[in-house]
Nanobody
């Protein structure tokens, strides 16, 4: 069983930056694909980014088209932590952001086995 706890959300003006963190416990962190998802009011939860680590320090990273070039996902296996650096934020980025863990590289919400409680990001115009 993996537990995930997000932090770092808040209120920021358009064009600003935030860095989200997610600390994992209860599993072998390095073996999981870690993903970030978000859900805005009245909308479905959507994929934002994911990162898989492989032996030899090879990282496999995927981004949603809407955030590519603005958001950066990274992970620190020694600290069981995954990060989401969000730059050039837009009002449409406003959502509850979730950290999730899966056993395979995927962008599909239902394939993620473990979820955090979420951290709110609000971008004002």
């Amino acid at each position: 069983q993996v537990q995930l706890v997000e932090s770092g959300g808040g209120l920021v003006q358009a064009g600003g930056s935030l860095r989200l963190s997610c600390v994992a416990s209860g599993g072998t962190f390095s073996t999981y694909v870690l993903g970030w998802f978000r859900q805005a009011p009245g909308k479905e939860r959507e994929f934002v980014a994911s990162i898989r680590w492989s032996a030899g320090n090879i990282y496999y990273i995927d981004y949603a088209a809407s955030v590519k070039g603005r958001f950066t996902i990274s992970r620190d296996n020694a600290k069981n932590t995954v990060f989401l650096q969000m730059n050039s934020l837009k009002p449409e980025d406003t959502a509850l952001y979730y950290c999730a863990a899966a056993r395979i590289r995927t962008t599909m919400t239902f394939k993620y086995d473990y979820w955090g409680q979420g951290t709110q990001v609000t971008v004002s115009s």
